[in-house]
Nanobody, 118 residues
Framework: VQLQAFGGGLVQVGGSLRLSCVVS????????MGWFRQALGKEREFVAR????????NYADSVKGRFTISRDNAKNMVYLQMNSLKPEDTAVYHC????????????WGQGTQVTVSS
């Protein structure tokens, strides 16, 4: 299974970005998907997750109301729409996948850098 995240970049405070992640190597709808981020010098943290059929989503409190996770099972894609970006959102963002029988995210992408300038 391979995950490839893209769409990061440099944006000003208050701006928006949409991250995308394409999954290959296995049936995409077998996976629940998540986005995580890691800022320089900090531990990786959960951002958002979505179930395999998009029935349920969850967000970290720090991004609730600003970020939206979605997926397109026909395209093997998961997205993270990020609005009202803040400097503290600066991090490398990773997409991750886990099967419905697994408690952990077993598959990870390489990450895409998001930098929010003030």
């Amino acid at each position: 299974v391979q995950l490839q995240a893209f769409g990061g970049g440099l944006v000003q405070v208050g701006g928006s970005l949409r991250l995308s992640c394409v999954v290959s190597g296995r049936t995409f709808r077998d996976f629940h998907m998540g986005w995580f981020r890691q800022a320089l010098g900090k531990e990786r943290e959960f951002v958002a997750r979505i179930t395999r059929n998009s029935a349920s989503t969850n967000y970290a409190d720090s991004v609730k109301g600003r970020f939206t996770i979605s997926r397109d099972n026909a395209k093997n894609m998961v997205y993270l729409q990020m609005n009202s970006l803040k400097p503290e959102d600066t991090a490398v963002y990773h997409c991750a996948a886990k099967t419905i029988s697994s408690g952990d995210y077993g598959y990870w992408g390489q990450g895409t850098q998001v930098t929010v300038s003030s």
